[in-house]
């Protein structure tokens, strides 16, 4: 009897690259568990463990990526991130990942061309339109910022943080009631908001010509209420 040794092989390497596929599937899904629980070292420990079975899954990459950036190093994220879209350059998240961790440690102009592409990959994420908004904002290319503004809102209507940042370029071009009109959605839509409310009273203050009143000194003290702190010195100086 004769036995194909080639084929025998073939078999148990197919069975082997399934077996570690599983393995790795299960080390990502532990290791998503561990992010939702904001627990970044374990995760780290079990990413590290996943790459080194396979240094070719960007998902891996892309998770551990989200780890340094949570943990605040950029540089560590930005590699990730940059590892996982050269693995697979057709998934949105990536380029959006490293486009965050680009804005987050300055590089502004790199930041921008990797929204620009994720948005080519999926043109229909609220978030993507978001994040690109606010870095034209901080490049001062503001008429652009609101265009992304909106169609952020657009995408997704419930998003607090859309308003806000909208008001926000609002505000700077000096358009008053469209700046109130988006922070008052923005402090509906949460509450407890204290930023929102501290960015809603400037606006109000800014509309009576630094004259305060009682709606004003109501939004600071819900600002300080929700906790931003800042709003502290606004308020000792208007409302005290």
């Not at 040794?5 to 570690?20: A, K, N, P, T």
């Not at 605040?72 to 879209?85: E, I, L, M």
């Not at 501290?198 to 600071?220: R, S, V």
């Amino acid at each position: 009897m004769q036995f194909n040794i080639g084929r025998f092989i073939l078999i148990i390497s197919i069975l082997m690259l399934v077996s570690c596929q599983a393995s790795i599937k299960k080390q990502l899904d532990e290791a998503r568990n561990l992010l939702a629980e904001e627990n970044y070292e374990a995760a780290l420990a079990v990413l590290n463990e996943a790459i080194k079975k396979n240094k070719r899954e960007p998902d891996a990459y892309n998770m551990r990526g989200v780890v340094f950036f949570e943990q605040g190093d950029f540089a560590q994220a930005k590699d990730d991130f940059a590892r996982a879209v050269k693995l697979n350059d057709k998934n949105y998240k990536y380029l959006y990942n490293l486009a965050n961790a680009k804005r987050a440690s300055g590089d502004l102009k790199g930041a921008l061309a990797d929204y620009d592409i994720a948005l080519e990959r999926n043109p229909d994420i609220s978030e993507v339109y978001l994040n690109r908004g606010i870095t034209l904002f901080e490049l001062n290319r503001d008429k652009e910022a609101v265009l992304d503004l909106n169609q952020s809102i657009n995408l997704n209507a419930a998003d607090k943080n859309a308003y806000y940042a909208r008001g926000e370029v609002f505000f700077r071009m000096k358009e008053l009631e469209k700046a109130a009109t988006d922070l008052e959605k923005c402090v509906r839509l949460d509450e407890r908001f204290g930023k929102g409310y501290h960015l809603l009273a400037l606006i109000e203050l800014a509309k009576n010509k630094g004259k305060k009143n009682t709606a004003i000194c109501e939004h600071l003290n819900a600002a300080l209420r929700y906790g931003f702190r800042e709003a502290q010195t606004t308020l000792k100086t208007y409302c005290n």
